[in-house]
Each structure stands twice: as structure tokens, then as C-alpha cells.
């Protein structure tokens, strides 16, 4: 009995006042880039890399800010002391980094600082560290720190990616498996191959990458160790194999191959080679890739009558259509939440990278670029790569998943083509 | 959006035609076979000869056969051209390779699959005209190695294709 | 602004005006008629009428004379009566002297009594002019008051009619406020529609907001964070300044904010 008086005092105590004043409203917004003031950090003159110009391309890139243009800056702050947000706020910079780079032999730190600049607040202080060769990377750290303090999203500035160049002429080498950073920046050959080589996988532990290789005259999946360079031939097999997609535990790769007559999906165990059936239908069934928690697979089946996109699962080996818009949609990726399927969409004759929610199945295209192709997600799902064609060459592009901002990176010697996003680095 | 996406079809369209118009000369030059005069790309149109005077006698006989868009159907052409081959290789001493292609429209894996599609219909044909399926090598090559490097139909018409050889 | 207002107003003006002159009518016009009774009652005319009686008393007396005869007989008859007569005279003068004594004095009296009863009348008249003169004033008192609750009465309308005016202004103001902030809100990326924070906001006259405060958050500090920097980089609303004071300090000193995005994808 005596919990009721507890009870009513709570209630009571949570009785406030009705507010009796007006109440306005807000219910939509703009979502502008956030402007942002990045000032060149002290002591980074004379440095081989320019720390301010990639922190400001990263931040472009990723369609969530607007960088002020260092010409517009009237001041170059170095310390908190210096930051006069009235000036800060006069050009229009909702936030503002400032930062110093320190070099004790041959070791550099960068150390900065984020201010919020409309409520005149510090928001963070920190520092990172590297080697002469890192600079880049530390750049991109500062990049990532600054996204996720305004964002809440972590940042995808120093991942890599995987893409497949084509020289376009015959020879060997023609072909090339090339290794880079998120922004392009820092590219080197994996391996090359006078063959096509196509469909390259990260291993989610950063630390393999599986492809297709003609090289023995047919297509054929390889596994390569990234650290040592080592090669592995996984299959062998007559007719197709292809599209491999490594499990999240690293322990099997899905696959396609058409040994059985018609191209089939597979799980292949690394280590022991078993190799298990997984679809069963005379359509052609293809492009695996795993979900998150590994009990399903969503692929590509035209058992409909035209390319959609299907689920599977592991153990039950039960079909579930999942797209319904549009006469061709392949080659699904998941997002990183799973809430969401990326897929290439045929819509007016034209192929173009689209977005669908999986819970309520609605579809949005997120490229204007045609022939698209390849879309491969950044691990923070904040933005996409893919490949599409610009003046009759073969280009990366990316776009954020919001559809704001499209970038194309910039176009190397042949054709590139076939990005693949890395995880995070653990 | 929408708006652009129609703009820009109509521009590709319109490209396309246009491109379609300066480049037919130069797609037939660069045809990989020379015999094969086609005008759409949807057939090939040499008469079969006969069988007597063994492998001349199918030098003239067409080895690149196309498509239609996401099909493997043969086209009767094909058919004429595949009956030819048949019975030049009816009698196993030769083996034949036959290679499938797609346009570079759509995934890259889908279109390996679609070649092999292709390449399996051709293999079939042979095989009912004879041919003993132990004697053909079937690979796709997907999109992966067009003959023609256009991004327009007349193009895409040439890169739907099987080809054969010895 | 200012024929804008004067258009606004313009009604309102125009009925108090006539409502006021009205009044000021019925007062004036009251006054007229209150002091014209008064002035008929007082008695001015008693002294006047003293002075008259006495000439008339003084005529009277030179009028009896007589004609004179010879007789001696005749003459002592006639000196006799004369004598007689002058006696009488005498006494008749004596008598009307008495009388005349008696009249004056009764007349006196009556004058007195007059004068009396004038003063009686007169004080009654006072004493009624003071009571009419009350009762007057009460009249006018009440008038007043009534006047005063009419005009009190009119008053409250008119406030009513203009709290009602103010109330429509601040609304009118509200999505102009509203698309202010919304132009200058940047939502982060995990915002969803549905979450809603609410801001305490406080502003001044000159439309500058100069406090912020989270009163509700969203459970999603960024989502906050985003809302008050929505506020801080609007930082000012031009269309306050022109706001009637009135409207400002009862509607806009103090206002709340509820952020509920409906337009997001997600």
C-alpha cells in the first residue's frame, strides 16, 4: 500500500506547467552542406603532402559539408586564443579546425582542434601520429574525426579500395588488379594478367581479396594475401565460376558456378575446398552476396523471366523475390546496416545505380551517369563507387547515399572499372 | 530528376543515332570477321557450301554468330551458318572452341552468364547437327571482350556474339 | 507600416470616437438644464415691497380735507366739530396712527412674517435647491458612473477586440518564422522523421534571438544539436521588428519550437 503514495508522487512530480505561450512548428529543413572553415595547419609548409587540401577534399567529397575556400579566410588562426568566432561567422562557417603539425625527427603529430562556431564552443581536441610516408593518412584521420563529431557517422576517409583497370591494348599486363586509397590517391598493381580479370572481393579482415582471372584461358576464382601477395587458384571447375563473395567470417566464399548445367549458386569452405549447392533452377542464378549475420544470401535470378533480385537462405534453402521495380535489377550489395540493397537498375532503357529500402521496398535511383555499374558501399553506407563511363572511358564515380553530391575520381590510363569499398579496419 | 533522366535518354538516343550513322563504315572494317557482311548485326547472310572440299570449304562459312538482347535464341541465319559447321566437325577430328560474348549493357557476372548462355545454344545446335559434345569447349567471356568499343546498338549488336573456332 | 496600421485600426477609431462625442453631448447638455430652476427660485423682491407700503401710508394721509363754514353757532358747532372733528381727526389720526401704528406694525409683522416666511421659503428653497442640487449631483455621480461603466465596457471590447487582433497578427507571423528556421535547418544523417526535439527560445525586439535552450530533447544528441544551430545560424528575425509591441511582448518574447521533421526519406 504504501507504494501507491510513491506512485502518485511521481506522477505529481512529473506534472509540469502546460506551456501556455505559442508553439511554432518546424518540420521540414534544407540539409545545405555544413560549411566549414578548414585553416591550413601551422608548420605544415614545406610538407610533401598537403594536409588542408585532402581534408577538404575528403570533406567535399562526402556531400555533408561545404568547405570555405582558404582565399576567403581573413584569418589563419593556430591556437584557441586566436578563433574569433564573430569572424568565423561572418563567412558563413557553421564550423571551424584549426590544428599544428608538430615534427620530432622524422615522427609527425598533428594536433587540432574543432570548434562549433555558432554556439562559440570547443567541440574536440585531439592529435594523431605517423611517419613522413603516413602524412596522407593522417590527413584522412583528421577527416574522419572532424565527419564524425558533426555527423555521428564514422568516417570512411582512410579506407581503400580495390578496382580493375584495362589498358586497353593487348600484352600482358593489359589487365591490372590495382589496390588504392578511398580517394584514389596512393594506387598500386596486385597483380596483372594479359586475361580479363573481374570481380574483386576484400576479405572482411582486410587482409585477402578474391577475383576472377582468365588467365588459364577460362574464368577461374583466386584468393591472394594482400600482406605477401600469395595466390591461390580456388576452383577450377568447367563452365562458369565466378562472382566470389567471402562470408563474414572469412571462412567461405559464395560463388557461381554452371558445372551443373546452368549457372548455380555455391558456398565454397576455404580451408577444407567443400563445396555446397545452393540454388536449384535452370534460370540463371548469380552474383551472391552474404548478409550480415551469414544465413542468407541475395543474388541475382532471372527465374522470373528478367534479372531481380532474390534471398535465400543457408539452411532452408527457402526463395524470396525481393525487387519488383523495374524489368532488370542485378548484382545486389548490402548496406552495412542490412536495411537497405543497392543493385544496378535498368529504368527507361537506361542503367543506373538504385537504392531500395528492404522494409518498405521502395526504390530510388541515385545516378544520373548511364551504364553504371559495379556499386560498391562505403562501410559507413554514407556513399557509393561505381563504375560508369565518361568520354568513352571507363571511370569510378561516387555519389553519398543521399543523392547529393557526385564526384568522379580521377580517370587513370585504361578503363577502370569494378570498385570494391574495403571494410574498416578493425 | 526524372526530368533529366528523360533529357539525357533522348540525348543518348539522338548520340546514338547519330554515332550509329558515322561509324557503320568504320565497324565493318574493324570486323573481326571479314565474310560477315551484316547490316543491323542481327544475322549473318552467306550461303552454306558444301562439305566436300573439307576445311576450305567452311573458310567462307561464318563464325561469329549474334543476338538479340538478353537472349541466347538462335536467329535462323545462325542456324544456316552452325548446319555448315556441323558437318565439317560431324566427324570428331576436330575440336571446337566456342567463345561467348555480351554487350557491355548490364552486370558483369550476368553477362558472363548470358555469354555462356549464348555459347551453350551454339554448342547445342551443334550438337544435335551431330557434333560429339566432347569435341566443344564452351568458354563466356561476359562483356570482357567486346569487338567493337562503342557504347551505341550498332555496337552493342556486334558484341552479342558468339565466337567459333578450331 | 504606418497606413497599414491606420487601416487596421480605422474601425475601431471611428467607433470610439463617435461613442465619445455621444457622451461628451449627453454631458454638456445635462449641465445646461440643472442650474435654470435655481435661478427662478431665489427671492430677490422682499425688500421692495416695504418700501412701497410706506408711500402708499403717506398718501393716504393728506387726502381728508374739508370745506369751511360761517355760522358761529354754526362756526362753535363748527369749531366744536371742528374741535369734534379734529378730535376726531385726532383721534381718527390717533386711530389710524394707531391703526397705522398697528397696520405698520401688522404690517411690519406681516413682513416680517413675510420676511419669515421668504426666509423660510427661501432656506426651503435652498434647502430644495441644495437637496435638487444633491440629488442633482447624484444624478450626475450616477451618470458618471454609468457613463464611466459604459466607457469601462467599452473599453474591455475594445481590448478584447484588439487581444483578438493581436492573436491573429502573431499567427500571421508564425510560418514566416517557421520557413526562417527551416531554410537554415541541416539535418544530421541518422535523423528520422517522427523524432522531435522541442527549443525555449527568447528573443528581443529587434527580432534577435539571444537564448537557446534544448526544453525536450529527441534522445539523439545530434538531432539537438542541429536544431539549436538551425536557430543560432538563423540567428535573426527581421519580420519581428516590424511586429506590432503589442503582439511581440505577449506572443514573441518567449517562444517555443518544436522540431519534427516530415520530409526526411527515412
Given amino acids: 500500500m504504501r507504494y501507491w503514495g510513491f506512485f502518485i508522487l511521481m506522477l505529481v512530480g512529473f506534472a509540469r506547467p502546460a506551456w501556455a505561450g505559442l508553439t511554432i512548428e518546424i518540420t521540414s529543413g534544407m540539409d545545405n552542406p555544413t560549411p566549414i572553415a578548414i585553416v591550413p595547419f601551422a608548420g605544415s609548409n614545406g610538407l610533401p603532402e598537403d594536409i588542408q587540401a585532402i581534408v577538404v577534399a575528403d570533406l567535399q567529397r562526402s556531400g555533408f559539408f561545404r568547405p570555405i575556400p582558404k582565399t576567403d579566410m581573413i584569418a589563419m588562426p593556430k591556437s584557441e586564443s586566436e578563433v574569433f568566432y564573430r569572424d568565423w561567422r561572418m563567412l558563413g562557417a557553421s564550423y571551424l ?3 599544428h603539425m608538430v615534427n620530432t ?5 598533428a594536433q587540432f582542434e574543432l570548434y562549433d562556431v555558432l554556439s562559440q564552443r570547443k567541440v574536440f581536441q585531439k592529435q594523431v601520429a605517423g611517419t613522413a610516408a603516413q602524412l596522407r593518412d593522417i590527413a584522412h584521420a583528421v577527416s574522419d574525426a572532424v565527419y564524425e563529431a558533426v555527423t555521428g557517422i564514422r568516417g570512411a576517409f ?12 593487348e600484352g600482358p599486363g593489359r589487365y591490372r588488379l590495382v589496390y588504392a586509397d578511398a580517394d584514389g590517391a596512393r594506387d598500386r598493381v596486385l597483380f596483372s594478367s594479359s586475361e580479363p580479370l573481374l570481380s574483386p572481393a576484400w576479405s572482411s579482415d582486410l587482409s585477402r581479396v578474391a577475383y576472377v582471372s582468365f588467365e588459364t584461358s577460362r574464368p577461374a576464382i583466386f584468393i591472394q594475401e594482400l600482406a605477401t601477395g600469395k595466390r591461390m587458384q580456388m576452383t577450377n571447375f568447367e563452365g562458369l565460376n565466378g562472382a566470389p563473395a567471402w562470408s563474414p567470417d572469412n571462412r567461405s566464399l559464395a560463388l557461381v558456378l554452371s558445372k551443373d548445367g546452368n549457372p548455380e549458386i555455391y558456398t565454397l569452405e576455404i580451408a577444407t575446398r567443400k563445396l555446397q549447392r545452393i540454388t536449384n533452377h535452370f534460370s540463371i542464378d548469380t552474383e551472391p552476396n552474404w548478409t550480415a549475420d551469414g544465413k542468407s544470401l541475395v543474388f541475382t535470378s532471372n527465374r522470373g523471366g528478367s534479372p531481380q533480385i532474390y534471398q535465400v537462405g543457408l539452411i532452408n534453402g527457402r526463395v524470396e523475390r525481393l525487387t519488383f521495380d523495374g524489368d532488370y535489377n542485378a548484382r545486389p550489395r548490402l548496406s552495412p546496416d542490412g536495411k537497405s540493397l543497392v543493385v544496378v537498375h535498368r529504368q527507361d532503357g537506361i542503367f543506373h545505380i538504385a537504392w531500395q529500402d528492404l522494409k518498405t521496398g521502395n526504390m530510388r535511383v541515385l545516378t544520373e551517369t548511364w551504364l553504371d555499374e559495379s556499386p560498391s558501399i562505403a562501410p559507413n553506407g554514407a556513399m557509393l563507387l561505381y563504375a560508369t563511363q565518361h568520354q568513352k572511358k571507363g571511370v569510378l564515380a561516387a555519389v553519398s547515399m543521399d543523392a547529393g553530391v557526385k564526384f568522379r575520381l580521377p580517370s587513370k590510363q585504361g578503363d577502370v572499372r569494378e570498385p570494391a569499398w574495403s571494410p574498416f579496419a578493425k | 530528376m526524372l526530368k533529366s533522366f528523360k533529357s539525357f535518354a533522348v540525348l543518348a538516343v539522338v548520340m546514338g543515332l547519330m554515332v550509329g550513322c558515322s561509324t557503320n563504315k568504320a565497324s565493318e572494317d574493324a570486323n573481326l570477321d571479314a565474310n560477315a557482311n551484316t547490316s543491323t548485326g542481327t544475322g549473318v547472310t552467306d550461303a552454306p557450301v558444301s562439305t566436300n572440299d573439307g576445311a ?8 561469329v554468330f549474334y543476338f538479340e538482347f538478353d537472349s541466347a535464341v ?5 542456324r544456316a551458318a552452325l548446319i555448315a559447321h556441323a558437318e565439317y566437325a560431324r566427324n570428331g577430328s576436330v575440336s571446337i572452341r566456342l567463345e561467348g560474348h555480351a554487350d557491355e549493357r548490364g552486370t558483369r557476372e550476368y553477362n558472363m552468364a548470358l ?18 559434345s566432347s ?16 557504347s551505341d546498338e550498332s555496337s ?11 | 507600416m504606418l497606413m497599414a496600421l491606420l487601416e487596421k485600426y480605422l474601425v475601431p477609431i471611428v467607433v470610439s470616437l463617435g461613442l465619445h462625442g455621444a457622451l461628451l453631448f449627453f454631458l454638456l447638455h445635462g449641465w445646461m438644464k440643472a442650474p435654470a430652476p435655481q435661478e427662478i427660485k431665489r427671492p430677490n423682491y422682499v425688500q421692495a415691497k416695504l418700501v412701497k407700503l410706506e408711500d402708499q401710508s403717506k398718501a393716504a394721509t393728506p387726502k381728508v380735507e374739508k370745506p369751511q363754514v360761517v355760522d358761529v353757532e354754526k362756526k362753535r358747532k363748527e369749531q366744536e366739530r371742528q374741535k369734534q372733528l379734529a378730535e376726531q381727526k385726532k383721534q381718527q389720526e390717533l386711530k389710524r396712527k394707531q391703526d397705522e401704528a398697528k397696520k405698520q406694525q401688522a404690517e411690519a409683522d406681516r413682513k416680517k412674517k413675510e420676511q419669515q416666511q421668504q426666509l423660510k421659503a427661501k432656506e426651503e428653497a435652498d434647502r430644495k435647491a441644495r437637496a435638487e442640487a444633491e440629488k442633482k449631483q447624484q444624478e450626475q455621480a450616477r451618470r458618471q458612473k454609468e457613463q464611466q461603466a459604459f466607457e469601462q465596457a467599452l473599453a474591455r471590447e475594445e481590448a478584447q477586440l484588439a487581444e483578438q487582433s493581436y492573436a491573429v497578427a502573431a499567427q500571421s507571423y508564425m510560418s514566416a518564422i517557421a520557413q526562417h528556421i527551416e531554410q537554415n535547418w541541416n539535418r544530421p544523417p541518422s535523423a528520422r522523421n517522427g523524432m522531435e526535439c522541442e527549443l525555449l527560445i527568447q528573443l528581443v525586439p529587434t527580432g534577435r534571438v539571444v537564448n537557446v535552450d534544448v526544453s525536450r530533447s529527441s534522445g539523439d544528441s545530434l538531432f539537438d544539436r542541429s536544431a539549436v544551430q538551425a536557430v543560432k545560424k538563423a540567428e535573426q528575425f527581421p519580420e519581428i521588428k516590424d511586429m506590432p509591441r503589442e503582439v511581440f511582448e505577449r506572443y514573441y518574447r518567449e517562444l517555443k519550437l518544436v522540431f519534427r521533421p516530415q520530409d526526411l526519406r527515412q
Fill in chain 2, 135 to 150: 569435341s566443344i569447349e564452351t568458354v563466356s567471356y561476359g562483356e570482357e571482350r567486346p569487338s567493337q568499343m562503342g
Fill in chain 1, 97 to 99: 579546425v584549426i590544428g
Fill in chain 2, 74 to 78: 538462335l536467329l535462323p541465319a545462325a
Fill in chain 2, 156 to 166: 552493342w549488336s556486334k558484341n552479342r556474339r558468339v565466337e567459333l573456332s578450331y
Fill in chain 2, 115 to 132: 555469354g555462356e548462355r549464348r555459347a551453350n545454344a551454339v554448342r547445342d545446335f551443334l550438337v544435335l547437327q551431330g557434333v560429339s
Fill in chain 1, 158 to 169: 582512410s579506407t581503400k579500395i580495390l578496382y580493375i583497370e584495362d589498358l586497353r591494348r
Fill in chain 2, 56 to 63: 576450305s570449304a567452311i573458310a567462307d562459312v561464318a563464325t
Fill in chain 1, 105 to 109: 625527427g622524422g615522427q609527425f603529430q
